[in-house]
């Protein structure tokens, strides 16, 4: 299996830079034209977060339809 994480960010990765820049946003210091590229880096964090989570649940699906794995069940097995 390809090890992806050293070119392109790992999910971890990017939910840890948006704190950084929820951060600095949220103390309110930043100059006018690094508050826009702060939300415009962050806009595309997001993007970014969602296409890994996009792409973690679609092979998930394939796993189960494959057959692979099945899935969990809530439920308490009975004794």
């Known amino acids: 299996m390809k090890n992806k994480k050293t070119t392109q960010a790992t999910y971890a990765q990017v939910l840890e830079?948006?704190?950084?820049?929820a951060q600095a946003m949220e103390e309110g210091e930043l100059p006018l034209e690094e508050a826009l590229e702060t939300?415009?880096?962050g806009v595309q964090l997001i993007k970014q977060g969602e296409k890994i989570l996009a792409e973690a649940e679609?092979?998930?699906e394939q796993l189960l339809?494959?057959?692979?794995?099945?899935p969990l069940s809530l439920e308490t097995p009975k004794a």
């Not at 830079?17 to 820049?21: I, P």
């Not at 339809?65 to 099945?70: D, H, M, N, R, V």
């Open 39 to 41: 939300f415009a880096e």
């Open 58 to 60: 679609q092979r998930v």
């Open 65 to 70: 339809a494959s057959g692979e794995i099945s």
């Open 17 to 21: 830079r948006l704190e950084v820049l």
